[in-house]
Every structure is written in C-alpha cells, then in structure tokens.
C-alpha cells in the first residue's frame, strides 16, 4: 500500500495537469451534448475520470519492472482479444471495435494495447545487451508493432493503428538507430506508402485528401474539416461563451464532444482557450520527460518516453485535424474527448509514469 513518504512522492504536478485537462473536457461535454439524446454523457465521463483515477492508483501499487516482465503475456491475451474482435463481434459504427459490458458502457481493447507495446519495448529495449540495435532486433521490434497494426487496421480503426507507431518510434530511438539502418527505414516506407495506399477503404481515402481540399466535397468528405474551420475561426480571441458556440448548438459540427472537441473548445473559449490548453498539455509533456530523465534504469525511461511520444501524437494529429491540417483520423483529444476506454488508457499510462517516479524513491 501507498505509505505517507509514498503519497509524498507522487507526482502530484502530473496528476494536477491531469485532472484540470479531464475537468476542461467534462465542461465541454456538457455544452456539446446539452439537449440531445446524449445529454448523460457528461456524467458518464465524471464516472470514467473517478475509474482513471482508481486505476491510476493501482498501477502505482505493482512495481513497474513486474508490469514490463509479464508484457508478453499481456500482449498475447490482447492481441486474441483483437483476433475475436474481428472474428466473432458486431459491426457498430461501421467497425468491430469495441466490447460491451452493458448499460451503455463499451470497452475498446485496441485503447489498452497501447499500453502494452509501451510496455512490452520497454522490456525489449532493456534487455539489449548492446547500445545499438541490430538488423534482426530491428526487425523484432517492428513486426512486434506491426501485429497489433494489422489487426486494428482491419477492424478498421486506422486512426487507432496509427498510434503504435510513435511508440515503435521512440522505442527504436531509444535502442539506437545506425545511419544506416535510417536510411533503410526510409527507403522501406517510401515503399510501403504508396503501397499501402491500394489497401485503404474509399472512406479512408477521402479522409486522406479531403484535407487538402475539402471544399471539392463540401456535403461529403469534407464536411467536416469544413465545419470544423468554422468553428475555430468563430471563437476569435475570446470566444463565445460555454452553451453559446453556434456550430455546436446548432449541430452542424460533427462529433462535437468525442474528436472535434478541440473545435467546439475553439469556438467557445477562442484563441485564448485554446493557447491555455496547448499550454498545460506542453507542461504534462514536460513532467512526463523530466520523469524520463531521472528514471532509475533504461526501462522506466522508455516507459515515459513511450507515454510522451504517443500522448504528443496525439495532441498534434487532433489539433491540426480540427483546423484543416492534418487528414481526419478520429484520434481523440488526451484527456478532453469523451470515452472510456481512452481515459482509462491515458491514466493507466500516466500512473506508470507515477510508477516509475517512485521507484525512485522507494529503492
């Protein structure tokens, strides 16, 4: 159990920042969904935050470096859960995503199998024996991401799968890259890219080039970088007011309170909103990376840096997607964006930051 010196130790800066990014997001719920069908889910994202916190506590109970040594087993179980996803689940939405546990709540295993890579390069990277990686572990560490990347980009959720991949990233970073395995790495994408092009649904695509002129289709495709352009470009400086944002009242911005939250915080709490949230999300980076820093051994420190890399990916792909300049991925926002399973996710990686902190202290 949490001892004083314990409670003493934790990393109260992350866990503020945290809560104040979840508490923005409830309020912006409320005003998104306010007189729909789906007015409760403000309250449901209350009950999700107080479950984060829970689960934020229990994984700062297990010693990390337990967590990191049954990561294989973790990633086996998730990745059959995925295989069952897709073999035996419903389509809801157009996607076999996520499980239900009934009474509206729904669970999306794809969320936690972020967590697991995170933990699993960790192990990975802390058991090389050299300081920089060779072809074959290279090779390992990309076809241990690109298993989970396959079956999630078929249930489809590319925006999910996209998400692995800056934790293959800094993983790899961390191991250490040759020149010339970057300059592999690079030929191989500029192969893959086009490629993998062919294997995109038509939805996939239009969200792809959409982007870059959603005007072409502004009833379709790009509707919603469309609305959500106006959105921003509504809230001016100051924006106009909790309840007041026309695009969300009037409902013409899509998935105003789950992906285009940022839009609908945009219009309503205008330039000075939205500089206030990017900045305490760059604080939470930094906390993260000063935990990365004084990790006690290189697995703490690739843990961090795997929650950092995807929590950063995160913000970015959704904050350039709601102003038109990023292609829509329905990433959701850190935090903000209504759902369990990516709140849950987000402070279960956070406690393992919390976790790595106090093994600092406790050893």
Known sequence: ????????????????????LCGIGVLQIYSATQSTSEADRWWKQVIYIFAGLLVFYLVSQVDYHTLVGQAPLMYVVFAG???????????????KRWISLGAGFKLQPSEFMK???????????????TDSLSL????KLCGL???????????????????????????????????????????????????????????????????????SDPQGSGYQ??????????GGMWGLGVTRGMQIQLRFLPFAHTDFIFAAFAEEHGFVGVVTVLGLYFLLLMQILQ??????????????????????????????????LMPVAGIPLPLMSYGGSSIL??????GLVNNVRLRRFLQ
Not at 185 to 213: C, E, H, N
Request: charged residues 10%.
């Open 1 to 20: 159990m949490l001892s004083f010196r314990t409670l003493r130790d934790v990393d109260w800066t992350l866990l503020v920042l945290t809560l104040i």
């Open 81 to 95: 859960i995925l295989v069952f996803l897709l073999i035996l689940s419903r389509v809801v939405l157009g996607a």
């Open 115 to 129: 967590l697991i890579l995170i933990l699993f390069v960790a192990r990975y990277i802390s058991e090389l024996k």
């Open 136 to 139: 074959p572990d290279l090779l």
């Open 145 to 215: 991401v690109l298993v989970p990347f396959i079956l999630v980009g078929l249930q489809p959720d590319l925006g999910t799968a996209l998400c692995y991949l800056p934790i293959l990233g800094v993983g790899v970073l961390l191991a250490g890259l040759t020149r010339q395995q970057a300059m592999a790495i690079m030929v191989i994408l500029l192969l893959i890219v086009p490629t993998g092009w062919f294997a995109l649904k038509d939805y996939q695509k239009a969200r792809i080039t959409s982007f870059m002129d959603p005007a």
């Open 225 to 234: 970088v469309m609305q959500s352009k106006i959105a921003v470009g509504s």
């Open 291 to 324: 935990n990365a820093q004084t990790a006690p051994d290189r697995a703490g420190t690739a843990i961090c840096m795997g929650v950092g890399a995807l929590m950063l990916f995160h913000v970015l792909e959704n904050a350039g997607m709601v102003a038109g």
């Open 345 to 350: 996710s987000f402070f279960l990686m956070l």
